[in-house]
C-alpha cells in the first residue's frame, strides 16, 4: 500500500560561529548576517521519509516556512527524491515562536488533507527547543513518537519505531496518520541525483519568479505565462501564503508568539588551571589519591 509523507524542514542559520551581529536590537535573530543551511536533522528526516517510499511506494511531500530564500532547501529535497515542494511564504509569518510556527504549519498539513506519515527533525539548530513538531501533532490531533533513530516494521497501518531517550531505547507502536520526529543519527542522507538536480536546478517558486521578471522590467502578462510553463513541466514550487491557509492572523508570527528573546550571547570555553601526571604507575596513584582527597570520588 502506497504511503504519503510530508517532510517538515527549516533552513537555519549556519551557528557554527555566533557574533553580536548574529541579533538585532528586538531580540530577533539576524539571518542576513550568518549563511543559511538545511537544518541537520530535518534531512535526516527527509531521508527517513524517502526510504519509506523506496520501500513502500507513495509520494514525498517537503514543506518549509521562511522568506524566498528559503526555496533553497526544497531543490535540495528534490534533488534528493521529494515529489512536491511548497513554501510557505507571508510577512505575517515573521519573528514566529515554535507555537505560531506549529499552528502555521498544522494549517498547511490540513490543506493538503491527504497524508500518512509526518516526519520532522527532532529540532532546529537555530533554537533546540523540540517542541515544533510534537506541537504541530497536537494540533492535528494525531499520534506522536518523538526521538526516533529507525522505523522496525510498518504495515497495515501501523508502525513501530525505536526511540533514543537519557535512559536507554525503547520500541513504541502507533497507528497511522501519525508524527515522527527524527535525530540526526538515524540514518545516512543520500546525496543529490544528478539527474534530479539538473532538472530541478530551474524550479522555481513564483516569487523567485517575480523578482526576476521586475529585475527584467517584464509584464504581469510575462510572469503569468512563466509560472504556467514551469507549471507544465513540474518545475513550479507551490507557494501558499496566510490567505491560502486561511489562518487566523493573531495566532501566526510575532502576534501570535508569546515567547521574546531577551539577548543572543557567544560563550567562549577558556582552559584554567591544569596539572599534569606522568604516564607511570606513580603518577596514576598520585592522581587517584588527589581526587579521593577531593571528594570527586571515592
Known amino acids: 500500500m502506497p504511503l504519503h509523507s510530508i517532510v517538515l524542514a527549516k533552513q537555519v542559520p549556519d551557528t557554527t560561529d555566533i557574533t553580536p551581529r548574529a541579533m538585532k536590537a528586538d531580540g530577533t535573530l539576524n539571518r542576513s548576517a550568518l549563511p543559511a543551511v538545511f537544518n541537520q536533522d530535518d534531512l535526516h528526516a527527509l531521508e527517513m521519509a524517502l526510504a519509506v517510499k523506496d520501500e513502500h511506494g507513495g509520494t514525498v511531500t517537503i514543506i518549509t ?7 533553497d532547501i526544497l531543490r535540495e529535497a528534490l534533488y ?3 515529489d512536491r515542494a511548497i513554501l510557505l511564504t507571508d510577512r505575517r509569518f515573521a519573528a514566529a515562536d515554535t507555537l505560531a510556527t506549529s499552528y502555521t504549519l498544522s494549517a498547511a498539513v490540513n490543506k493538503i488533507k491527504t497524508f500518512d506519515l509526518i516526519f ?4 532546529a539548530s537555530d533554537g ?5 513538531g510534537p506541537q504541530v501533532a497536537e494540533k492535528l490531533g494525531i499520534p506522536q513518537i518523538t526521538c526516533v533513530d529507525q522505523i522496525c516494521s510498518l504495515d497495515g497501518g501501523r508502525l513501530e519505531a525505536r526511540r533514543l531517550s537519557d535512559e536507554g531505547c525503547e520500541r513504541v507502536r502507533a497507528i497511522l496518520p501519525l508524527l515522527i520526529t527524527v535525530i540526526s543519527d538515524s540514518n545516512e542522507p543520500r546525496p543529490p541525483a544528478a539527474k534530479r538536480l539538473m532538472r530541478f536546478k530551474k524550479a522555481l517558486t513564483p516569487g523567485e519568479v517575480k523578482k526576476r521578471i ?3 522590467g517584464a509584464s504581469d502578462q510575462m510572469f503569468e505565462s ?5 507549471k507544465d513541466r513540474g518545475l513550479l514550487i507551490e507557494e501558499w501564503n496566510g490567505d491560502d491557509l486561511a489562518i487566523d492572523p493573531s495566532r501566526c508570527g510575532r502576534a501570535g508568539s508569546p515567547t521574546w528573546v531577551k539577548k543572543i550571547e557567544r560563550v567562549v570555553l577558556t582552559g584554567g588551571e591544569h596539572k599534569s601526571y606522568p604516564a607511570t604507575d606513580e603518577g596514576v596513584h598520585q592522581l587517584m589519591h588527589e581526587l579521593m582527597e577531593e571528594h570527586t570520588f571515592g
Open 65 to 71: 516556512m521562511g522568506p524566498s530564500a528559503a526555496a
Open 80 to 82: 534528493r527524491g521529494a
Open 120 to 123: 520532522c527533525g527532532r529540532e
Open 128 to 132: 533546540n527547543t523540540a517542541q515544533v
Open 214 to 216: 521586475g529585475a527584467e
Open 226 to 230: 512563466r509560472c504556467r510553463a514551469l
